[in-house]
């Protein structure tokens, strides 16, 4: 199923929140919508579903206009956030409201709950109400729900967002592959860069209501739209910077482009492509200022003596302190971006 939105815009009461949001969602992709509190996030979803009016536009699914067609009949599972399951409810009547109004036999409905309770691996908890799961158990019930009914798209809003972090990774990546076996396409909604670089085939940037790029995780993470782009999508350092065709000079040195440019720009470094060693007094020498120790990594913060201050991501064997003196050169491509 090609579900498409088209020039989108939408409001509560008299505020815009979408802004002529065109996006495209391929039959079993994976797509992360990613952006800040406030952005519109949410309420793309909810248009998609049928759960939330559009001002104009359209929502298209194989080549037909559902924009007016109510929720149920869109083909459309939803997990909202937190699971949002009904707390009177055992497991299998949880995932059994996903396929009411479906005229199957009692066995036959019986059956699709049993399967879909051994796909998220709740096969033996069935008979368990909400109270008695962990928090990853109650978001697996939440994706057997919502697909239930055999939807050929299910939108996630924030899914994993209430779970401890030691769980979070475990029980996403458990979900991204129930869902990548079922064949659906997804939309994650989510405010986690990781979530959505790792999850989403294409991840959509949304910034006040406007898509302001949209690409592989790669891409947008490597060759970002715009300053705003690159910094909400992880740490990154911005220079000015003298373009001559697939180099330019900052104060790093000549550094090399992903893309051809030519006169003032500003570019884009990751702490990744910056690597540290001793002091040489050249180019890109300075001070210590902090670590930030993460056990599998760490982060330098380094004072360049031109005052540019800079952050490198090493490993975790750190062989500098703060107040040392240290030097940085460039791994890879910088990406360039109109002048800040």
């Given at each position: 199923m090609t579900t498409r939105v088209e020039k989108a815009r939408a409001a509560y009461a008299d505020h815009d929140v979408l802004?002529?949001?065109?996006?495209?969602?391929?039959?079993?992709?994976?797509?992360?919508?990613?952006?800040?509190?406030?952005?519109?996030?949410?309420?793309?979803?909810?248009?998609?579903?049928?759960?939330?009016?559009?001002?104009?536009?359209?929502?298209?699914?194989?080549?037909?206009?559902?924009?007016?067609?109510?929720?149920?009949?869109?083909?459309?599972?939803?997990?909202?956030?937190?699971?949002?399951?009904?707390?009177?409810?055992?497991?299998?009547?949880?995932?059994?409201?996903?396929?009411?109004?479906?005229?199957?036999?009692?066995?036959?409905?019986?059956?699709?709950?049993?399967?879909?309770?051994?796909?998220?691996?709740?096969?033996?908890?069935?008979?368990?109400?909400?109270?008695?799961?962990?928090?990853?158990?109650?978001?697996?019930?939440?994706?057997?729900?919502?697909?239930?009914?055999?939807?050929?798209?299910?939108?996630?809003?924030?899914?994993?967002?209430?779970?401890?972090?030691?769980?979070?990774?475990?029980?996403?990546?458990?979900?991204?592959?129930?869902?990548?076996?079922?064949?659906?396409?997804?939309?994650?909604?989510?405010?986690d860069q990781e979530e959505a670089l790792s999850l989403g085939d294409r991840v959509a940037v949304l910034r006040a209501g406007r898509i302001v790029q949209v690409g592989t995780p790669r891409d947008v993470y490597t060759a970002p739209a715009d300053a705003w782009t690159a910094r909400f999508l992880g740490e990154a350092l911005i220079l000015p910077a003298h373009a001559h065709g697939d180099r330019a000079t900052c104060v790093l040195g000549d550094i090399a482009l992903s893309a051809p440019a030519r006169g003032a720009v500003s570019i884009v470094l990751r702490p990744e492509q910056i690597r540290l060693h001793a002091a040489d007094g050249h180019a890109g020498s300075g001070e210590v200022t902090r670590i930030r120790y993460f056990g599998h990594d760490a982060l330098v913060d380094l004072r360049l003596d031109a005052g540019t201050d800079l952050t490198v991501r090493v490993g975790p064997d750190i062989d500098v302190a703060p107040g040392e003196r240290a030097a940085v050169s460039v791994r890879g491509a910088a990406a360039p971006l109109p002048p800040e």
């Open positions: 802004h002529d949001v065109d996006l495209d969602i391929g039959a079993g992709e994976r797509v992360s919508v990613l952006g800040p509190s406030g952005s519109g996030k949410s309420t793309l979803l909810r248009v998609i579903a049928g759960l939330h009016p559009l001002r104009s536009g359209r929502v298209v699914i194989d080549g037909e206009d559902v924009t007016r067609r109510p929720p149920e009949s869109r083909g459309i599972g939803l997990v909202p956030q937190e699971g949002a399951l009904f707390p009177h409810l055992d497991v299998a009547a949880n995932i059994g409201y996903g396929i009411r109004g479906l005229r199957l036999r009692s066995a036959h409905r019986d059956a699709r709950v049993r399967d879909l309770a051994d796909v998220v691996g709740l096969g033996d908890l069935v008979r368990r109400r909400p109270h008695e799961l962990s928090g990853g158990q109650r978001q697996r019930v939440a994706v057997a729900r919502a697909l239930a009914h055999e939807p050929r798209l299910v939108l996630m809003d924030e899914p994993f967002s209430a779970l401890d972090a030691g769980l979070r990774q475990q029980v996403r990546d458990d979900v991204a592959q129930i869902l990548r076996d079922r064949g659906v396409g997804v939309a994650l909604i989510t405010h």
